[in-house]
């Protein structure tokens, strides 16, 4: 399917027709049949151990980018981006791939994307309701760095990172998580107990950093293709995502999973105390009924129109027991352009 990592790059948008998987609109989307689950899933892992096989080892990888989902979610959006400009070094390209499902909700995003006009962030909106995934791959195939991680927008920086320090872990034996630390006591999608793993000792000059067996962990710690903060090669995860069928980030995240035989076996690696912090405060998406809390989108975009943002500094240094947990948010007068 590629001769090497150049040339599947080029060729994505290309490899993707091929795979009848370009969503170019409503009624492409409805009329596509999809096939037989078992036999995409056999397809997408020969294609991808394909290119894997035609890659040089990364070596020292020493630059990353990062890619947020966001969907009718100004508000939330505001305070990550905040949080990340002020917890996160250095600056790094931020792709920002959003939805808006209002004209209300798209002036929201105007007053964000105002405030956060800075050559290093780039806010792309979502063509239409079935392109996500083409979207998304105009995006991966147009990284130069070696590394990427995803977040989502109602994800919170409470504690700093280095990005220095995390992209000197090799991808090919370490999956590095910013959410995951030993504070992590509860599943909240399960709404149940969970046990810390076995860590094992850090590498050297890592004294602050933990280290576990994803094969070995229980739940959240047994889950190493998630979009909430995880690090991956950029042409490994470039490459997976060409070969998937979704429509929105969480059949992303699901699809991700066919390939978690080539994940398990690498080390799970953090800081010792979460970085990020989930709050699901609501749901905008309709592929899963995920756990969540009951505030409207639109209630919170009644706020940012009365000129109101996220107290996002109130979460600095919060001790989550969960890396999804509820917790009241508390609004502020905004003191940007945005907020008239």
């Not at 991956?232 to 978690?260: C, G, Y």
Request: glycine share 4%; aromatic share 12%.
């Amino acid at each position: 399917m590629c001769r090497s990592a150049r040339d599947f790059y080029a060729a994505g948008p290309r490899i993707l027709g091929r795979l009848r998987h370009t969503i170019t609109s409503k009624t492409i989307s409805l009329l596509h049949l999809p096939p037989n689950k078992q036999k995409q899933r056999e397809k997408a892992i020969r294609a991808f151990l394909e290119c894997k096989a035609g890659w040089e080892k990364l070596k020292e990888p020493s630059t990353t980018e990062c890619i947020i989902f966001s969907k009718d979610r100004a508000l939330q959006l505001h305070a990550l981006l905040s949080t990340f400009q002020e917890k996160v070094a250095p600056v790094v390209p931020v792709h920002v791939l959003y939805a808006s499902s209002s004209p209300s909700h798209q002036k929201a995003y105007d007053g964000v994307i105002a405030a956060f006009d800075r050559g290093n962030i780039r806010f792309i909106r979502q063509q239409n309701e079935y392109s996500f995934k083409y979207d998304l791959l105009k995006i991966l195939t147009s990284l130069t760095g070696d590394m990427l991680f995803f977040l989502v927008d109602d994800i919170l920086f409470t504690e700093p990172v280095d990005l220095r320090d995390i992209v000197k872990f090799d991808p090919d034996e370490f999956v590095f998580s910013l959410r995951m630390g030993q504070n992590l006591s509860r599943c909240y999608v399960l709404q149940r107990p969970q046990a810390l793993p076995e860590f094992a000792d850090p590498p050297a000059h890592s004294s602050d950093k933990i280290v576990w067996q994803w094969e070995k962990g229980e739940l959240d710690w047994g889950y190493p293709l998630s979009v909430d903060g995880h690090f991956f090669a950029r042409r490994e995860m470039t490459a997976m995502a060409v070969l998937l069928s979704f429509s929105a980030p969480n059949s992303f995240e699901d699809q991700l999973q066919i390939f978690k035989p080539f994940f398990i076996n690498r080390r799970g690696i953090g800081y010792q105390k979460s970085r990020i912090v989930n709050i699901p405060c609501n749901r905008v998406q309709t592929e899963r009924k995920n756990l969540s809390g009951n505030i409207h989108p639109d209630e919170l975009l009644e706020q940012w129109q009365k000129g109101y943002q996220m107290d996002y500094k109130k979460f600095y240094g919060l001790v989550n027991e969960s890396v999804h947990q509820e917790i009241a948010l508390s609004l502020i007068p905004r003191k940007t352009s945005e907020a008239k």
